[in-house]
């Protein structure tokens, strides 16, 4: 009799069945089957193709699109109950062969949302995501409380990296959920939120987060919101007894001319000088400050970008003069470098 076949899942290539994305595939397929989901045909590719199993195991990075039909809520509860290895049938072996997952409009919604946050909170250091994307995934308020819940303090430390743009359900109520957990988290480094549909509202939570002495964040998004002035300048409130964050972006937040904006944007200028302030690149792209929000921050910084900022971003409807005085678009100082260059040159040629 021939010797009985040895399960691939199983017998993995380096002897650790949750380091082989063959586990994985099993047992998502199972959990798959179980729920009588039909599994994600592209994420089974993923899974199998040799070329693709090996790029995985070099990057730790999964990637799932709308290409070959969306993932939806159930699709992901599978996808994250295999990670694990806890269903029904299951090689109980937890998948560390992924620390980055990116999901791109594939309908997560906020059931899989909540699902993901029992991986990120039940995983523990075994799994170690560090990289979470939801890219345009229709989470909500619900789901962005589960997120929060699972990175509040005595929760998962791993998560350094958290993107969740072009989330429009997400609205002010759903920041405010988020920031709940996250305003007690000290691991996560970035936070993604363009295009999430953030009103005035929004503006305290996200103050609150950055007010916690702990926190880690040295990176905010949150273009393409309407933050507008008041939401700005509760942000600058958390700013005040920051001094951790080194970049934060503003852009697109309907930031104008009235008084409530522009003295938004002298709270912002006058957080920037503050002694212990980290902010370092600044960006106001498309928030029509005017002449008068334009002049109100010179006049703060004396006529002068502080020094520490190597890159502060503002509309080009600015008069020129104005444009030319804040501007600072190249942080690693290119234009000095190029004079330092022309310099060069002209020693070289008197000699």
């Given at each position: ?206 103050g609150e987060m950055l007010s916690y002495r702990l926190t880690a964040l040295v990176l905010l998004n949150l273009q393409g919101n309407q933050l507008c002035g008041r939401g700005m300048s509760d942000i600058c409130d958390g700013l005040a007894s920051n001094a951790v964050l080194t970049s934060l972006s503003l852009a697109d937040n309907g930031v104008g001319q009235c008084d409530e904006d522009l003295d938004a944007v002298k709270k912002l200028g006058l957080v920037v000088v ?78």
């Amino acid at each position: 009799m021939p010797p009985k076949k040895k399960d691939k899942a199983v017998d993995a290539d380096d002897g650790d069945p949750g380091m082989h994305p063959a586990t994985l595939l099993s047992n998502y397929t199972k959990f798959c089957k179980l729920i009588c989901v039909a599994p994600n045909p592209k994420l089974v590719e993923m899974l199998s193709n040799d070329d693709k199993v090996e790029e995985l195991k070099k990057n730790k990075q999964l990637i799932l699109d709308d290409e070959k039909g969306q993932l939806g809520p159930a699709g992901t509860r599978a996808l994250c109950t295999a990670i694990m290895g806890s269903g029904q049938g299951m090689v109980n072996a937890q998948c560390r062969v992924v620390k980055i997952l990116r999901f791109w409009r594939v309908n997560v919604n906020n059931d899989g949302a909540a699902c993901i946050a029992e991986l990120l909170r039940l995983g523990g250091a075994e799994i170690a995501i560090t990289f979470l994307e939801l890219l345009d995934n229709n989470v909500g308020a619900a789901g962005a409380r589960c997120l929060g819940q699972a990175l509040m303090y005595g929760q998962n430390r791993s998560l350094v990296t958290l993107k969740l743009d072009y989330n429009y359900t997400l609205g002010s109520e759903g920041v405010a959920a988020l920031c709940q957990g996250l305003r007690t988290n000290s691991s996560l480094r970035q936070l993604h939120l363009p295009y999430c549909n953030i009103g005035p509202e929004g503006g305290a939570p996200l103050g609150e987060m950055l007010s916690y002495r702990l926190t880690a964040l040295v990176l905010l998004n949150l273009q393409g919101n309407q933050l507008c002035g008041r939401g700005m300048s509760d942000i600058c409130d958390g700013l005040a007894s920051n001094a951790v964050l080194t970049s934060l972006s503003l852009a697109d937040n309907g930031v104008g001319q009235c008084d409530e904006d522009l003295d938004a944007v002298k709270k912002l200028g006058l957080v920037v000088v503050q002694p212990g302030n980290a902010l370092t690149a600044i960006d106001l792209l498309y928030n029509r400050i005017g002449e008068k929000g334009g002049r109100a921050l010179l006049d703060i910084w004396k006529g002068k970008t502080p020094n520490k900022v190597k890159q502060l971003l503002v509309d080009s409807t600015l008069p020129q003069q104005l444009f030319d005085h804040l501007c600072r678009i190249d942080a690693a100082g290119g234009k000095k470098k190029k004079g330092n260059k022309g310099a060069k040159k002209k020693k070289k040629k008197k000699t």
